[in-house]
């Protein structure tokens, strides 16, 4: 029944991947053997893989059920640049004319098609049902599996006969997957499905490679933005705000800054809203403004910037936004603006609604704030929201980790508060603790006679700025928690109350303070490629590709494909096989040959000593750790920040960094981190040695500062050296 080939040899064959992510591998072998399967995994953490590759392996054909006809094509598109037959998978639905829906078939019936995707209406239309029922089908895989709960959020009533119709065309293992469920909808996927008996695979919610930061919204975001959309020139990024006028007015401001920019909302008509996603798909634009109506179902991998002109209403929709920038991996930036007046604004709309729903609302609202006023590791802050521990401090890729605040110690602050809450019964919000604490007799504090009470005004002796961080560092320390389905109410943990009877220190951060005449801080520029001409090059060829087989650009090569061939060099189709994202199928593909070429062509007039020549090849997944540590010299991390995160020594470390400036011929500016470590007449004595030297052979410097300077120390002044003077 099943290729039981090995599976990363398999994955390396078809997709060009020499390693799964996350449970990727677990989920497969799950489905390869025949058992229903629960998926729950965030947004460009690899959901399709796990039904795609199982489906090349297994006999029959799977069916897949999603209810978005682009994203359908888009996949489809990228299965058959993967394979060698074109019909290898294919979509039926709504679009497709008689002639086209009997070439489907014929397909299946041959056994060329593995994977096959429906939108749950066409799967109930009974034609297609009579025909499916004499195929041979290896399983179903329900894509935005949460469609199917009342609880879930875009529930289609359609999802719901999804199991009745399994049983009519004949019952096979089935694999449900999504991005976003809470236990409840989980149950009642499961419930509703009959596959109780599943087994669940939830991946983290951490995205490593997004950055995340927050900027004050001043009177000129707009030049922020076009300033910002200008450092990153030729790449993809999406732009939310909230209002249909400010999309349309934000798409003008950039298209008068010669930024290819369309806007997209709901009061677009369908055609209009149908060409504007395909133009960014194949990028003919590189910037849609939107409102919230965009983005569900554009499989988009390479989109690089997320920008959210105004604060969202909720971390939920925030994460699911941002969650569209870097699916491939790659970098993805998400930067927010934020000014406490379209806070204002948000709660004013919320007059009117429902009292209960007023209090979620301003409840998430509340949320908001905290992520964008908190001066704590944002990625710390988003995952606790979600439930989720991250137990590093410093996450290394965020505004507040990457420019850390100053801590100070709060441990009389933290027993205040505790001591606070349990007084009040552990029955009021953040809001109702701070004003109790502060000695504030408000009419709500009166009415409950809490003024009354010996803690009442307990730390109006403090700086009233300390209480928002306080209480939210000690909520992601574990000492309080909050109800979020009962309106955010703060309760003491038992961690809370054993700090009461044995304090400890407890440093906390402040607040950022968001001021209207405050400056932005400017994103760092962050580059990939070790060559960024021939990069450009290679990427105008994929626009070509792109044009002429009417396909996205990405389904030629991702992003991560074109740096790293602009990083090694490849001069051939056995060469360009150890190319991450490349697999035997790419290589057959008529562009292949055109990019090599090119490559060597661009070798040959630069005088490229590639390091292929020089030495055995390295592996792909070294190349793209050269990638990572120009990534974070860019952004000035400590270099022994970067050996930690990466896994290796400093030794290690300095071996790369010879290699990127002595081999690659790339120059890198680690200035930052020598005047942070050494002495400046030290670093200028060690370069000026190898400035009068012949040959900057390291053992006759290690003899002259051996005894005063290690020897760490000289590598790096002679990697800038070589950075400065050879490149």
Known sequence: MTDKRNLTEALKHYFGFDAFKGDQKAIIRNVLDGRNTFVLMPTGGGKSLCYQLPSLLMDGVAIVISPLIALMKNQVDFISHLSEHEGTAHFLNSSLNKTAIDQVKADIKNGITKLLYVAPESLTKEDNVEFLKTCKISFYAIDEAHCISEWGHDFRPEYRRIRPIINEIGSAPVIALTATATDKVRTDIKKNLGI????????????????????????????????????????????????????????????????????????????TRTQTQDDFLMERIDVIVATIAFGMGIDKPDVRFVIHYDIPKSLEGYYQETGRAGRDGGEGICLAFYSYKDLQKLDKFMEGKPVAEQDIGRQLLQETAAYAETSVCRRKMLLHYFGEQYEKDNCGNCDNCLHPGKKIEAQKQLVIALKAILAIKENFRSDYVIDFIMGRDTDEIVAHRHQELEEFGSGEDEDPKIWNPVIRQALIAGYMMKEVENYGLLKVTAAGKKFIKKPHPFMVVQDHEFSDDEEPVPSENMTTALDPALSAMLHDLRKKWSRKLERPPYVIFQDVSIEQMATDYPVSLEELKNIQGVGDGKTRQPYAKEFVELIKRYCEENDIVRQADLRVRTKAKDSMRKLKILQNIDRRIALDDIANALGIDFEELLDELEGIVLYSGNKINI?????????????????????????????????????????????????????????
């Not at 020139?233 to 298209?255: F, M, P, T, W």
């Open 671 to 727: 200035d930052y981190f020598l005047d942070e470590i050494m002495d400046p007449d030290d670093i200028k004595d060690i370069y000026g040695f190898f400035s009068e030297q012949e040959t900057d052979n390291l053992e006759a410097a290690f003899e002259e500062f051996g005894n005063d300077i290690s020897e760490d120390e000289i590598r790096l002044v002679r990697i800038k050296f070589i950075s400065d003077m050879a490149n």
């Open 196 to 271: 109780v008996d599943a087994d669940e695979f939830k991946s983290s919610f951490n995205r490593p490679n997004l950055y995340y930061e927050v900027r004050q919204k001043t009177k000129d975001i707009d030049k922020d933005i076009v300033r910002f959309i200008k450092q990153h020139s030729g790449k993809s990024g999406i732009i939310y705000c909230l209002s249909r006028k400010k999309v349309e007015d934000l798409a003008e401001v950039l298209r008068a800054n010669d930024i290819k920019a369309q806007c997209y909302h709901a009061g677009l008509d369908s055609a």
